[in-house]
């Protein structure tokens, strides 16, 4: 199978690339920064003429706007509608016309305004606060309206040994300043991108359409993120304080809980989903190299 992949260097996008090492499929993997096929997905003659050229039969769409605090910039709405909206329709669309699938990864943030304290599942209505979440639920929608074969997965708190993330960030914090304060008061569950990618491997093969959640098992806030972080690095100068959300202002107000309901994809697929802390210390002993 001829398999597309748009945001290849991006956290998911990279972390594709090491699950297609030694795959009997095919993978094309493109972006618009250097080192990469350039391919503007927001283009969608361009997306036909790839696809076509490419005989491609299944898209992972892994580009996004993420920036979520910036995508509240008034002037910016119209290239985040057009990346996190318009772009996966253009897949959609290009699927559509060539009998194909169209894997695209959404978020956590579609949910967030109505109160709730159970795990979300897939059809939960959207209600998201700001517009990184209006612009994915536009995307979703999009796609769905496209009439493709398209399987839609929400992840949450992504992180990986690539590009910029929370993870990363905690672990240059942790050993670099005397103290820090992080919110507890926002809970949800972190997800290891490589663990996304080997389920989107799986889910390739006997694809099913529909919207599905995925991140790892467990619950945790941000503060016990931070704490399993430096704890797994072995960088304890660092006087971890919980906080509250408030006491960081910020243009968008995020979900206070965002834990997703993962039993769809997993009777659905047989995806094994590690436990957060499992995958964490995987990661950070890659990023060490230990």
Known sequence: MNILVTGANGQLGNEMQITAKGSRDRYFFTDVCDGYEHLDITDLEAVRAYVA??????????????????????ERFDLV??????APENLAVAMKEVGGLLVHVSTDYVFGKEPYNIPCKEDQKGTPTGVYGLTKLHGEQNIIASGCNYVIIRTAWLYSEFGKNFCKTMLNLTATKPQLN???DQVGTPTYALDLAKAIVTILKKPVSGI?????????????????????SGQRGCDVRPCHSNEFPSPVVRPSYSVLDKTKIKQTFGVEVPYWTDSLKACIKNMMGK
């Open 53 to 74: 050229a490419n005989r491609i039969e299944a898209t992972v769409n892994c580009a996004a706007w993420t920036n979520v605090d910036a995508a509240e910039d008034p």
């Open 182 to 184: 992080v919110v507890f």
């Open 81 to 86: 509608e057009a990346l996190n909206a318009k």
């Open 212 to 232: 599905y959640h995925y991140s790892n098992e467990g619950v945790c806030s941000w503060y016990d993120f931070t704490k399993m972080i430096q704890e797994f």
